[in-house]
């Protein structure tokens, strides 16, 4: 155990996140989310929710200052209805490590495009649907 580091962030997922440069990405799947089947490298942090895993990954993680939009989203396939509400849980939870971020979506298939490129894809237990949140690493200043 360390001091100040949130206990769900796992060895393997603080190396990842060590490991990751200016640029790098790294995706937060939900439930339903093809983890398995898309990941460069795969972290599992089944059980857990995506909020409690972006709230603590951002305690470390600085976004991406030089892009637009250093968090996207996969938006909802037109005609779908799905509560998409934990989207707000997470644009708070943005807002909280770092003011002012804008949080943009990707359509479905181009989501699932971005993601398979990413660092490492983490799976959880997140029972939402549309939960899936990629975060581009920015530098420590």
Not at 7 to 17: A, D, F, G, N
Not at 46 to 73: M, Q, R, W
Request: proline share 5%; charged share 25%; net charge negative.
């Amino acid at each position: 155990m360390l001091k100040g580091i949130p206990t769900i962030l796992s060895p393997e997922l603080l190396k990842v996140l060590m490991e990751m440069g200016h640029g790098d990405e790294i995706t937060i799947g939900d439930g339903n989310y093809p983890a398995a089947s898309t990941a460069r490298k795969l972290i599992r942090l089944d059980g857990h929710g995506v909020c409690e895993i972006l709230d603590a990954i951002l305690t470390l993680f600085p976004l991406d200052t030089y892009v637009a939009e250093p968090v996207l989203l996969m938006e909802k396939t037109p005609g779908d209805t799905a509560d998409t509400s934990i989207w707000n849980e997470y644009k708070a939870i943005v807002e909280k490590h770092q003011p002012g971020t804008k949080v943009g979506f990707l359509e479905r298939f181009a989501f699932y495009d971005r993601a398979a490129k990413s660092y490492a894809v983490i799976a959880t237990g997140e029972t939402a649907v549309y939960a899936n949140i990629i975060l581009k690493k920015g530098v420590v200043k």
